[in-house]
């Protein structure tokens, strides 16, 4: 599985992007694909998670109600409309892959995952 990350760039404070992952190289069935963030100095961090075969959506508290996912299935894309950027959102964004039943618990976790994609950096200025 190859994931092709994209979207990242510098915007001011309160400010929106839009990332994509576009999941390739495989037959798709049930599978989740995941967000996570790491900030210079800091772990890495669950931001939120789409099954792309069902309607689970899962978020981190810390992006609830600013961030929204949403996927493509026919093109097995998934999608993070990030709104009302803050400073602390500055990080570089990984996209992540896996072909299991994760629940809200577990696909926070990043060793759930099996493929992982080249970060995309992300830089709010205040």
């Known amino acids: 599985v190859q994931l092709q990350a994209s979207g990242g760039g510098l915007v001011q404070d309160g400010g929106s992007l839009r990332l994509s992952c576009a999941a390739s190289?495989?037959?798709?069935?049930?599978?989740?694909m995941a967000w996570f963030r790491r900030a210079p100095g800091k772990e890495r961090e669950f931001v939120g998670a789409?099954?792309?075969?069902?309607?689970?959506?899962y978020y981190s508290d810390s992006v609830k109600g600013r961030f929204t996912l949403s996927k493509d299935r026919a093109k097995n894309t998934m999608y993070l409309q990030m709104n009302s950027l803050k400073s602390e959102d500055t990080a570089e964004y990984s996209c992540?892959?896996?072909?299991?039943?994760?629940?809200?618990?577990?696909?926070?976790?990043?060793?759930?995952?099996?493929?992982w994609g080249q970060g995309t950096q992300v830089t709010v200025s205040s």
């Open positions: 992540a892959w896996a072909d299991r039943g994760l629940i809200a618990t577990t696909a926070r976790l990043p060793h759930m995952y099996d493929y």
């Open positions: 190289g495989r037959a798709f069935n049930n599978y989740i």
């Open positions: 789409i099954k792309m075969s069902g309607g689970s959506i």
